[in-house]
C-alpha cells in the first residue's frame, strides 16, 4: 500500500499561486505515474494533470499554461504548481498514483483550493 498526502491548499485571489504538494509514504511511488485530479461542487471530477515515472507531464486544457506538475522521486513527492489561478480552479484536489487500465488505484484525501477575492 502507498499513502498519498496532500498539502498546500488555503485560499488565493484570482491571479494568484499556489503550489501543492503529495508526499508518498513508499520508495516504489517513483515508478508509477502519477497525478491531480480536482472536483468542485456539482461538477464531474477532472484529471487536471500527470505526469510519468520519467517525468513527462500532459495537462487538461483548461490549465494548460498556468500549471505546471512535476516530481522528485528522491523525496517521493510530486508537486502541482498553480499560476494565474481562476475562480473556477476552485476544487478539492486530490493527488493520485499507479496508473492502470481500470484508473489510478492510489489515492490521497485531498486538499481544497479557492480562489476568491
Known amino acids: 500500500q502507498v499513502q498519498l498526502v496532500e498539502s498546500g491548499g488555503g485560499l488565493v485571489q484570482p491571479g494568484g499561486s499556489l503550489r501543492l504538494s503529495c508526499a508518498a509514504s513508499r520508495s516504489i511511488f517513483s515508478i508509477y505515474t502519477a497525478g491531480w485530479y480536482r472536483q468542485a461542487p456539482g461538477k464531474q471530477r477532472e484529471l487536471v494533470a500527470a505526469?510519468?515515472?520519467?517525468?513527462?507531464?500532459n495537462y487538461a486544457d483548461s490549465v494548460k499554461g498556468r500549471f505546471t506538475i512535476s516530481r522528485d522521486n528522491a523525496k517521493n513527492t510530486v508537486y502541482l504548481q498553480m499560476n494565474s489561478l481562476k475562480p473556477e480552479d476552485t476544487a478539492v484536489y486530490y493527488c493520485?498514483?499507479?496508473?492502470?487500465?481500470?484508473?489510478?488505484?492510489?489515492w490521497g484525501q485531498g486538499t481544497q483550493v479557492t480562489v476568491s477575492p
Open positions: 505526469i510519468t515515472s520519467g517525468g513527462t507531464p
Open positions: 493520485v498514483s499507479d496508473r492502470r487500465a481500470s484508473g489510478f488505484y492510489y
